[in-house]
Each structure stands twice: as C-alpha cells, then as structure tokens.
C-alpha cells in the first residue's frame, strides 16, 4: 500500500475481552514497530519485527500482549483480558531496512478504550 | 534516568524566533529520528541522522554521535510549527536489542503569532 495503514482506527470493548489490531505495513519494509501512546504522554516502544521474527518484545507490558507476523508483512498485536489500563493510542511504523539505515513511516493508529 | 532525555518538556515562542530542541541519550545507536506529532495525533519523521546535518527548509537537525547529543533548529518559527517534537533513537548496541527504538518524552511547541 502507499502508507502503513492499521486498523481498527478505533475499538471500545469491554474489560475482559481479548482485542486484535492489525498494522498493514508498506510493502517490502522490513521492520515493523509496534508502541503506545497514553493521552498527554509520549510514545512506549512494545515490539519489533525484522520480516517474520520479533527480534525483541521486552517492551510488551505483561503477557496479555503479544504479537506476531507469520508472512513477515502484516502484522497483528493481541491483547487478551484487556483491562482499562490497556486503553492508548496503538501505533506501529515501518521501515525498509533492518538495522538503524531506514527511515521510519507511521501509520494512523489504532485508539483502543477499555470501559 | 531515561535512556533518551529530550529538553525542553515545553516550550513557548514568539513567532520568528529561533528555535532549539534538545535530545541526548546514553546509549549506542544506529540512528536517531526526530519525529513531529500534530494535534491531531498523526506522526511524522522530519529526519533521521547517523552523523552531522541535515537540513529541510526551515528545520535543522544536528547530531554529535561522541557527545551522545542531537538538537533540532527551526528558524523563523510559525504558529503551523506548533506540535510535539519527539527524538527517537534506533538502538545500535548488539545482541537481542538492536534496532530497537527508544522515544524521548517529547517537547510540546507552541509558537504564537
């Protein structure tokens, strides 16, 4: 696609059920970056993928979240038992190349709220 | 201490001033970008820098990779710069870490007419 795109752009759910959102990276980028961003606050690294492997997922707050990216192109961020501390603004960004050499496209995000 | 400081936190401007942004961070990078956040909420990359200097119109970006220091320059500044300027730095130090990023807090603009 042109840009990186993700969805939801927006998800309420309730406390307790399990939410998935999607980041469309643009095509043939390497990396994908998955952070949140709390109202006022500024961004929190989560995870990384170089194509298919998550090269680190320290940043992943407990382990309700996880991620994955099996074709090493689109990639999918999950969070089970959502709780009202989950609710952010999830974003991801891509680059082309692995390493610190590519420069960084973000998408939209996706606005999750926890009730 | 935050492995990314940035300095200010806010800050506020007459329109036309000089404008200098502060990012210093701690550890070995590959990269550092300097990002620009709307109200809106939409991000985007102004620069990335490996070394020296880079300029785009009114934006000025430096980095000293000895000093572990960069700053963001906006000349003649306009009410439109006003966003969050945020400095991220790709990790570059080896093992299961590198190329992560790692944000700065932001700095809050507000430049006003």
């Known amino acids: 696609g042109a840009g990186v795109s993700q969805s939801p752009r927006y998800k309420v759910t309730k406390r307790g059920q399990d939410v998935a959102l999607r980041c469309d990276p643009i095509?043939?980028?390497?990396?994908l970056y998955w952070y949140r961003q709390a109202l006022g606050q500024g961004p929190e690294f989560l995870t990384y993928?170089?194509?298919?492997?998550?090269?680190?997922k320290s940043g992943l707050p407990n382990d309700r979240f996880s991620a994955e990216r099996p074709e090493g192109s689109i990639s999918t961020l999950t969070i089970q038992r959502t709780e009202q501390r989950d609710s952010a603004m999830y974003r991801c960004?891509?680059?082309?190349?692995?390493?610190?050499?590519?420069?960084?496209?973000f998408g939209e995000g996706s606005r999750l709220t926890v009730l | 201490k935050n492995e990314v400081e940035q300095s200010p936190q806010n800050l506020t401007a007459q329109e036309g001033e000089f404008i200098t942004i502060n990012c210093s961070y701690s550890?070995?990078?590959?990269?550092l970008h300097w990002l620009q956040q709307h109200p809106g909420g939409g991000i985007v990359s102004l620069f990335m820098?490996?070394?020296g200097k880079k300029k785009h119109g009114r934006l000025i970006a430096t980095i000293n990779i000895q000093e572990k220091h960069s700053s963001l320059h906006i000349t003649a500044s306009h009410p439109r710069d006003s966003a969050v300027y945020i400095c991220?730095?790709?990790?570059?130090?080896?093992?299961?870490?590198?190329?992560?990023?790692?944000f700065g807090k932001g700095t809050k603009l507000s430049v006003k007419p």
């Open positions: 991220a730095v790709r990790y570059g130090g080896g093992g299961g870490s590198q190329g992560n990023l790692i």
């Open positions: 993928f170089n194509y298919e492997a998550q090269q680190d």
């Open positions: 820098l490996s070394s």
């Open positions: 960004a891509s680059s082309l190349w692995t390493g610190g050499t590519g420069e960084l496209f």
């Open positions: 550890v070995g990078i590959s990269a």
């Open positions: 095509s043939g980028h390497v990396s």
